[in-house]
């Protein structure tokens, strides 16, 4: 008797378990009740971007207007430009959002992109300790590169082909240094995390202005150093994954989300995303 | 220390308030690995059994895999989900990659090695004079297969338990087979890490509070129903 209570237990305990994994459709057709009208099944479209557009909460903006619009659900793969460039290259995104112009031109030229859109910019700063040990300041970002490769103060680099870490790299370039040592630091992170470690390590890095400003509040250590120059430009393009060349490409959403992003209406958003919170705008409007 | 109160008092928040993210992250944790760790057992456990039990050639070999499997890394198991379903890849077609589907398939992967290598652990264990015994009281094969399983009850019940552990824990091959899309493929673990990288340290222990005592929860169930009536 006992015996079988136990596996009576067991069995019970198993269908409930069951249960609880087919309670999904439910779920889904609950969630689909509450948008009213009953709409054909959304559409998958795979964005493939960077890691700054997710963590300062643009997208968590955009994307639900865009979704509602068009009934399409976007899958959001934050990773960094060179992951998400490289995912347009094997097809397996339908539309990147990018920053990095010319490994994206080379995406372009190969043919693996189309229908390629500038949509917005915001600049790059360089943060460094509060002590500034290598005493940088003022807009020349080369100036200050060299300046602190000459004291070996702490470097924080992200070194993930993301499109600041392929910034950085130019930087160095312009400046004729090649970055090496133990105060060299490459982090293999997104801008988030890299920017903690900067600010537990005590050194300067290289970041996007909206991850900085989302971010300030937990980075005491590090101030803005060098920013304003010219050469410290962040511009995003949007562009399609080409379909004649990936067969599986979602084209028809892709198209609506290039338009989308580029028209004025979605420009608004983004330009006053951010200015209540942090008294600016993270990104500024930027289209062709 | 303020960072841990604040956490605690925040995941307090997110549950009284009855913040619907969060419950949906929850709940899609839940049945991710429910949905896993039902499947690794349905497999793991008459294959554990199956080889506890048997001899044939090859056995030791295939033990051997298994007990590696035991400890695969979830992101090597990540990686291998991802190529398998890329769209160039041989599963392509069935557009499965950043869905809920990907990631019960990647702690299959991690948790069926446990299930198996530990409930075949538990089927050497049986005496083959008990085996004899049995086999003398005229038992039939279903009656066999019953008193042994009641025999392992305990040891299976931990191999549930372990490959239960190992899924909830898991956050590689989360992240990188379901991409951590909201309301879609998020889930607790890969929550904390994006919270984290974005700095919010008060929600990112907020949500490692939830995971743990989720977790607890369901340990602890487990483990009752392991120690229920061990006299019987």
Known sequence: MLKNRFFATLFVFMVLLLSACGNTDNKQADASDKQKEPKAEPTELILATTTSTQDSGLLDVLLPIFEEENNVKVKTIAVGTGQALEMGTKGEADVLLVHAPKSEEELVTSGDAINRKRVMYNDYILVGPNDNPAGVSGEDTKAAFQKIFEVKANFITRGDDSGTHKKELGIWTAATIEPTGDTYISTGQGMGASLQIANEKGGYILTDRATWLAQEKNLTNLKIVVEGGQDLMNIYHVMQVNPEKHDMVNSKDAEKFVEFMVDSKTQDVIETFGKEEFGQSLFIKYTE | ?232
Not at chain 2, 92 to 107: C, E, K, N, R
Not at chain 2, 136 to 146: D, E, M, R
Not at chain 2, 153 to 168: C, D, K, S, T, Y
Request: charge should be positive; aromatic fraction near 6%.
């Open chain 2, 1 to 232: 220390m303020d960072l841990i109160t604040d956490g605690l008092k925040k995941a307090m928040e997110m549950i009284l308030t009855g913040d619907k993210e969060i419950f949906e992250i929850t709940w899609l944790t839940l049945r991710v690995c429910f949905m896993a760790i039902v499947i690794s057992s349905l497999i793991g456990l008459p294959l554990g059994m199956f080889l506890g039990l048997s001899r044939f050639k090859g056995r030791k070999l295939l033990l051997v895999f298994i007990n590696i499997g035991m400890g695969l890394p979830p992101v090597v198991a990540g990686l291998w989900i991802t190529m398998l379903l890329w769209r160039s890849g041989p599963l392509g077609h069935l557009q499965l990659l950043y869905s809920p589907t990907a990631i019960v398939m990647a702690q299959v992967l991690v948790s069926l090695p446990i299930v198996t290598g530990l409930t075949s652990s538990a089927f050497q264990q049986i005496s083959e004079k008990m085996l004899l015994q049995i086999k003398a009281l005229g038992a039939t094969k279903l009656q066999t297969f019953s008193i042994l399983l009641k025999q392992t009850r305990v040891a299976i019940l931990a191999a549930i338990m372990a490959g239960f552990g190992r899924v909830i824990a898991e956050v590689g091959a989360a992240m990188m087979v379901g991409g951590n899309i909201q309301g879609d493929t998020r889930i607790l673990t890969t929550s904390i890490v994006m919270e984290v990288s974005k700095g919010n340290f008060d929600v990112a222990l907020a949500i490692s509070f939830i995971l743990l005592t989720a977790a607890l929860l369901i340990t602890a169930a487990l483990t009752l129903l392991q120690q229920r009536k061990r006299l019987s």
